[in-house]
């Protein structure tokens, strides 16, 4: 079926608020020249959500959080809720990023708890995935793949997943210039889907699964031109215009 492309920019800790709010003008002046059948959005850091999303209204830019924490409210110093973060003006939020699970310790059953935060409050959930290198060369990809989709949607219904956007990023092609070929990205996701189809069924054709790890202008048209790919989590290239603009237009 017609899944429509969806291109997230990933901010990870980088831009001030100024700019920020610079990089979304200069996305939206690009988009309204070149319009775009894909779905685009941001993540910011939680800062400059707010005036983000305040400078991306108006255009087909959405804006979303990095992160959220899986109570509203509470005793929870540092933390930021999704009523926070739909208070700021953001639709998205990324969940379980490997950087979250590599240097915070975010594991598969607190991604799950996050993720029943999300969905409760409406936001749209980005759920990461991926192997390391060792993982991949040690026979075991599917299994961490297999894992990790299953621990992170235990206990939803098809029904409640059904804004569900899975990003798989090989951990090994991450920020590294190192990209999966075209074949093992769309072989990937091609299972991907079939551990979807045995958690929800039929709501596994309609989920859009995005690429990341070391998507550039270069690379983004082929590897978005497979059929079980559906977008791209983007981290670097999504902090300039011109090249985030590069790979939306590789969207189509």
Same mark, same amino acid.
């Given at each position: 079926m017609a899944r429509q492309k969806f291109i997230a920019g990933n901010w990870k800790l980088n831009l001030t608020i100024a700019e920020g709010t610079a990089l979304v003008a200069a996305l939206a002046k690009g988009l309204a020249e070149k319009p775009t059948k894909a779905e685009v959005a941001v993540c910011p850091v939680a800062l400059a959500v707010a005036?983000?999303?305040?400078?991306a209204k108006g255009s087909p830019i959405g804006v979303g959080a990095q992160n959220t924490h899986w109570e509203d409210k509470g005793a929870f110093t540092g933390e930021l809720s999704p009523v926070l973060i739909k208070d700021a003006g953001a639709k998205y939020v990324i969940l379980g990023h490997s950087e979250r699970r590599q240097y915070y310790g975010d594991t598969d059953a607190l991604i799950n708890k996050r993720l029943g935060a999300a969905l409760k409050h409406g936001l749209v959930p980005i759920v990461c995935i991926g192997e390391t290198l060792a993982e991949r060369q040690g026979g075991k990809l599917e299994q961490v793949l297999k894992t990790q989709i299953t621990?992170?949607?235990a206990g939803?219904?098809?029904?409640?997943l059904k804004t569900l956007v899975i990003a798989y990023e090989p951990v090994w092609a991450i920020g590294t210039g190192v990209t999966a070929t075209t074949a093992q990205a769309q072989e990937t996701h091609a299972y991907v889907r079939s551990v979807l189809k045995g958690v929800v069924?039929?709501? =596994?054709?309609? &989920?859009?699964? *995005?690429y990341g790890?070391?998507?550039?202008?270069?690379? =983004?048209?082929? &590897?978005?031109? *497979?059929p079980d790919v559906d977008g791209a989590l983007v981290g670097g290239a999504a902090l300039k215009a011109p090249y985030f603009l590069a790979i939306i237009a590789g969207a189509g």
């Open positions: 005036a983000v999303a305040a400078a621990g992170a949607l939803f219904t098809a029904d409640q069924g039929g709501l =596994a054709d309609s &989920i859009r699964i *995005q790890g070391s998507v550039k202008a270069d690379n =983004a048209k082929e &590897i978005l031109s *497979q």
